[in-house]
């Protein structure tokens, strides 16, 4: 019998089974360390810090150092492991204070306020934001690094051929115990000194900051360079502004639990004097609460946010309360769809309760880098597709104008808002099973609605609620704003204007929605909840034609 002719090995696999298990992990976890210390300490990203772009690096003196070039620095002490730090370096700050113009820059001071009390009023998301991007960014760096190692050590041995390779292990063998022991001898050691360093042996000494910032997440910080004399005069009023804005939404949303618990009170109260009355001899009426048998589906509907972060929690305690199964975002999340405002869409993903599914529908104050911001939040984000959340049958799309602060309204993209309403037209019209159109500005919806291939369409844009009023041949409710947003006023701070939420149910068995709840915060902090009113019903419409037109179908008896 013939015997099989073995397989070739390749020459670096047989090198390795020739080594000893030992000295393989011993190099794996060398080379390891080696790369994650260089991944780790050289990890650097470009995100946002309050409304600004910023640079962060990850540092070795145990401190977060906020970096403002000329103007100094503002350091406090850092979270982080050992003696890993973060040093953040805005990059809006110019090179030579002398190029400064000093009434534009207070008046830029003034107008990036409300910025900073954003920022200030919810870090968490900028926070957790910085660390993913900068875990990420360490972990390709450390992959780098080792792939590196790899194709140099397997070039190198190429390069000294296998004789050569020879005469060299033949004389380390005699001292390989002490080159694998020195080598971890001096990454222990090395590790060890740097981690039990005292913090005061390695942050350089600055001016400790001014009292105005006791009480907040930069009490005890040290500050630098000119930037001291800044802190003292001018960060009493950004403090200030920030503890008025936490005071005012805290107060708020105190008010607007005590709204909802008295109303479900009375609402109980009602249901059962309802059935009191139907228990009446002789009586038809109609109760006016759901059938029993029907297990709606709670939606909370948020529009033109506009970055008022301060609202976020006041979202969270109406989905909590409302038991809400999904939230629906009428557009508007940002002011002006910029990266910087990524912490506003972070925010607002984090006041959503885990495991409740967020759609969105973006404004023309959004943008695709914020439409990217909330894929990556675990939004789903309307691209003019019938999708399914918490068993509701939802089209919509993004706005097809951009509006910029100092550019004005222009197209977003190559349709016109005509032209959007009647491709979702075509697309409510081809599926006869969806439930709900959730688009931002509500005339882009009217080719849909006269065709009567959507019962219902939920908008934002005007910030003044309409509705649900008859439309077309559907029903059509316009949310106010949720930020308060009042003309010619920031959506930033305490409330300028009335803040508007809404909760629908909807019967996932007749497909249809029961009613809804009107949510409202006031300017004086004050917040009132609605009875649940009884959603109208949209009117039965003729059959479609396969050109999407009206035809008349009914049979005859």
């Known amino acids: 019998m013939t015997a099989t002719p073995r397989a070739s090995v390749p020459p670096w696999l047989a090198h390795l089974r020739g080594m000893r298990w030992g000295r393989i992990v011993v190099v794996g976890l060398l080379a390891l360390v080696a790369a994650a210390t260089f991944g780790v300490t050289t990890a650097s990203v470009q995100l946002s810090l309050g409304p600004h772009q910023a640079r962060y690096d990850v540092t070795t003196d145990d401190l977060v150092t906020l970096d403002v070039g000329p103007l100094g620095t503002v350091q406090i002490e850092s979270p982080l492991p050992l003696t890993l730090g973060v040093r953040v370096t805005l990059q809006e700050i110019p090179a030579d204070v002398r190029a400064v113009d000093p009434v534009k820059t207070i008046e830029a001071l003034s107008g990036d306020l409300q910025g900073y009390v954003q920022f200030f009023s919810a870090p968490r998301a900028t ?71 005292s913090p005061n042996e390695l942050r350089p000494t600055g001016r400790a900051a001014s009292s105005v910032f006791d009480g907040t997440a930069l009490e005890g910080a040290r500050i630098t360079g000119r930037l001291a004399g800044v802190v003292d005069t001018y960060g009493g009023q950004v403090v200030e502004a920030y503890r008025e804005n936490q005071d005012f939404y805290a107060a708020a949303d105190d008010a607007l639990v005590e709204a909802w618990t008295l109303r479900a009170e009375g609402t109980a109260a009602r249901a059962k004097a309802q059935e009191l009355i139907l228990q009446r001899p002789g009586d038809t009426s109609t109760p006016l609460v759901a059938d029993a048998d029907s297990e709606p589906v709670v939606m909370l509907l948020v529009s033109d946010l506009h970055c008022n972060v301060g609202m976020a929690g006041l979202i969270r305690s109406v989905a909590e309360l409302a038991e809400a199964d999904l939230v629906l975002d009428g557009g508007d999340t940002t002011i002006n769809g910029t990266a910087v405002e990524q912490y506003c869409v972070t925010t607002f993903a984090d006041a959503i309760p885990n495991g409740i599914p967020v759609v969105v529908a ?24 019938v999708i399914t959340a918490a068993g509701v049958r939802i089209l919509g799309d993004r706005d097809p104008n951009e509006t910029r602060i100092g550019g004005g309204t222009n197209p977003g993209g190559e349709e016109t808002a005509d032209e959007m309403g009647e491709r979702l037209a075509r697309a409510s019209c081809d599926d006869p099973d969806v439930d709900l159109l959730l688009i931002h500005d509500p005339n882009v919806g009217r080719a849909a609605m006269a065709r009567g291939c959507v019962p219902v369409q939920l908008s934002g844009h005007r910030h003044v609620r309409e509705g649900p009023v008859p439309n077309g041949l559907g029903v059509r409710y316009i949310n106010a704003s949720t930020a308060g947003a009042a003309p010619g006023q920031p959506t930033v701070g305490p409330l300028r204007g009335t803040a508007e939420m809404t909760v629908l149910r909807f019967d996932p068995v007749e497909r249809r929605f029961l009613d809804y709840q009107l949510v409202e915060v006031r300017p004086n902090g004050s917040a009132s909840v609605g009875y649940r009113v009884t959603f109208p019903a949209a009117v039965t419409p003729p059959d479609v034609d396969d050109d999407g037109g009206l035809s008349d179908r009914r049979s005859t008896p």
């Open 127 to 197: 926070v957790t934001s910085a660390a993913q991007a900068l875990i990420l960014d360490a972990l390709l760096r450390t992959g780098t690094v080792l792939l590196a190692a790899v194709v140099l050590g397997l070039a190198g041995r190429a390069l000294l051929g296998a004789q050569r390779r020879s005469e060299l292990a033949a004389e380390l063998v005699p001292h390989r115990r002490v080159i694998v022991g020195t080598g971890l001898l001096t990454l222990a050691v090395a590790i060890t000194s740097v981690s039990s360093l």
């Open 362 to 385: 973006n404004g023309n104050h959004d943008s695709a880098e914020t439409a990217g911001q909330e894929r990556k939040a675990g939004m789903t984000v309307l691209e003019g597709e």
